[in-house]
């Protein structure tokens, strides 16, 4: 599609028409980018920019910069925010150069700003103590299951999905083990504790067989619900929810939280980063290299509220 002329306003316009008629892009999607790349418009208006041939590198750097600092019309933008506006406005230059509109891509070199890692929630110990203890208040068929499930996702380190997907036979007997089937169908073998075995062996034997009478077919699945089916991730984030809000703990808990929280546990424990990591089933320690991190924090706030020289 020609542009005519390298004017800010003719060209935003043009660029919106070949998003919407050969792209196909919703309203929505269109007036996100309107916004975005009116706020640039208006930056470079301030310069006394109408001409897109004038504008470099460094201006479109600038305009990262001042995205991220607000002025008096507009509010500071997150990384994430400011990092979607300049992707707006890097598709629109190499559009343009694409286009022949402008002799070279100004905006290529310009990078996102980084965004800080988020760092995986943990709960402390005695709040998961307390949430696996609220699980299995009582001593009914579903307090068994419940509790045996919790221990499960904190016990392993398991993933919802994996705990979910555990067959009886994936708990091998008498080696104090569990096979876990993770992303890609990658099965890795993970040591059973005591507390998740005396828990598993307790659902087992006084809860399952009650709940796989309600089945129309004998079902392989470790957790069964009510029907005698295969419990869902649906269902046991239900459940711990449910415990949560028993325990009293206040934090969004979620089965992931969990599986955090095991990994910060034993890296606080003194646990090796590559244990975790196999424990985990993650591929790369990169991913697993992220919980050092809490637990540096950790150890940093403690340094300087306990060393009398710390500050």
Not at 37 to 49: E, K, P, Q, S, T
Not at 67 to 81: F, K, M, N, V, Y
Not at 223 to 244: M, P
Not at 268 to 274: C, F, L, S, T, Y
Request: charged content about 25%; hydrophobic content about 45%.
């Amino acid at each position: 599609m020609s542009v005519p002329g390298a004017g800010t306003a003719r060209a935003i316009d043009a660029w919106l028409v070949h998003l919407e008629v050969e792209r196909g892009l919703s309203r929505h999607t269109l007036a996100a980018y309107h916004r975005d790349l009116r706020r640039y418009a208006d930056f470079l208006a301030a310069r006394g920019i109408d001409d897109l041939t004038r504008v470099d590198e460094a201006m479109i750097t600038d305009f990262l910069a001042a995205l991220r600092q607000g002025d008096a019309e507009h509010r500071a933008l997150a990384a994430t925010s400011a990092g979607r506006t300049l992707v707006a406005v890097r598709t629109f230059h190499r559009f343009l150069a694409l286009d022949g509109v402008l002799p070279s891509d100004p905006a290529r070199p310009v990078s996102p700003p980084q965004t800080a890692a988020r760092l995986p929630k943990a709960l402390p110990l005695d709040q998961v103590e307390a949430i696996l203890d609220a699980a299995g208040v009582g001593d009914t068929t579903a307090a068994l299951r419940d509790r045996a499930l919790l221990e499960v996702l904190y016990g392993l380190g398991a993933r919802v999905s994996e705990a979910t997907g555990l067959d009886v036979d994936d708990i091998v007997p008498g080696a104090g083990i569990v096979r876990l089937r993770g992303k890609g169908g990658k099965e890795r073998l993970v040591p059973l504790g005591s507390y998740a075995g005396a828990a598993l062996d307790a659902y087992l034997i006084r809860a399952r067989p009650t709940l796989a009478v309600g089945g129309r077919s004998a079902s392989p699945a470790l957790f069964l619900n009510h029907r005698g089916g295969r419990l869902t991730r649906q269902g046991a984030w239900g459940i711990l929810k449910a415990a949560a809000d028993r325990a009293g703990v206040r934090a969004a808990v979620t089965p992931h939280t969990l599986r955090h929280s095991f990994a910060t546990h034993l890296l606080q424990g003194g646990a090796d980063v590559r244990i975790v990591q196999e424990l985990l089933g993650h591929a790369s320690v990169t991913t697993t290299q992220i919980y050092t991190k809490v637990t540096i924090d950790q150890l940093r706030e403690t340094y300087a509220a306990a060393h009398p020289r710390a500050r």
